[in-house]
């Protein structure tokens, strides 16, 4: 597609519950990254993807969050047992590669009743 | 903790006037920076790039960088009340491969 595709745009779930999140990148976008957002927050990275090397999880806030890029492809962030801290919009960027700009996805609002 | 620092606001500007957003970073090694800006609910959006010593600009848009003071300033001209978003500065750490936001400012553009 033209841009980032993210899937749900929206996600109500009750604490306790798993969530998987989806990201779709830029055709030929080498490298894929999660950030997290709350309320009138900065961006939180998360983890990222460059091609076939191992994924850089050092963002992750716990080892509840976890993250895999099937075919250098499509991303799945999942969040187990969430907790109310956990609600934040998730976005999902790509990019040609390092050093270059992002294209961001138009997220996942996720809430934790 | 390799960090990027804004003033976090808010900026009000007249409309026509410059806006002048200013970010410091503290990995003296970074090679690439970027601006992005965020209107409220919706997602960042690339507005410039820079990599070299300088100015750089882009219609009403002029980013500049001064390596040796760990300074990153992007200006806007003839601001417009469609310019009130808020501004994301953003440094590439690590290789390029992880880029670090600041918390943004946020710009009020006075019609």
């Known amino acids: 597609g033209a841009g980032v595709s993210q899937s749900p745009s929206n996600k109500v779930t009750e604490k306790g519950k798993d969530v998987e999140l989806r990201c779709d990148p830029i055709?030929?976008?080498?490298?894929l990254y999660w950030y997290r957002q709350s309320l009138g927050q900065g961006l939180e990275f998360l983890i990222y993807?460059?091609?076939?090397?191992?994924?850089?999880k050092s963002g992750l806030p716990s080892d509840r969050f976890s993250a895999e890029r099937t075919g250098g492809s499509v991303s799945t962030l999942t969040i187990q047992r969430t907790q109310q801290e956990d609600s934040a919009v998730y976005l999902c960027?790509?990019?040609?590669?390092?050093?270059?700009?992002?294209?961001f996805g138009s997220g996942t609002r996720l809430t934790v009743v | 903790q390799k960090e990027v620092e804004q003033n976090s606001g808010p900026l009000s500007v007249p409309e026509g006037a410059i806006a002048s957003l200013n970010c410091t970073y503290s990995?003296?090694?970074?090679?690439?920076f970027f601006w992005y800006r965020q209107y409220s609910g919706k997602s960042p959006e690339l507005i410039m790039s820079?990599?070299?010593?300088g100015d750089k600009e882009d219609g009403r848009f002029t980013a500049q960088l001064n390596k040796a003071s760990q300074y990153v300033s992007l200006l806007i001209r003839d601001s417009q009340p469609s310019d009130s978003a808020t501004y994301l500065c953003?440094?590439?750490?690590?290789?390029?491969?992880?880029?670090?936001f600041g918390a943004g400012t946020r710009l009020f553009v006075k019609a």
């Open positions: 960027a790509s990019s040609p590669g390092p050093n270059y700009g992002y294209t």
């Open positions: 055709s030929g976008h080498t490298a």
């Open positions: 993807f460059q091609g076939n090397s191992a994924p850089d």
């Open positions: 990995d003296r090694v970074s090679q690439s």
């Open positions: 820079i990599y070299s010593n």
């Open positions: 953003a440094v590439n750490m690590d290789g390029g491969f992880k880029t670090i």
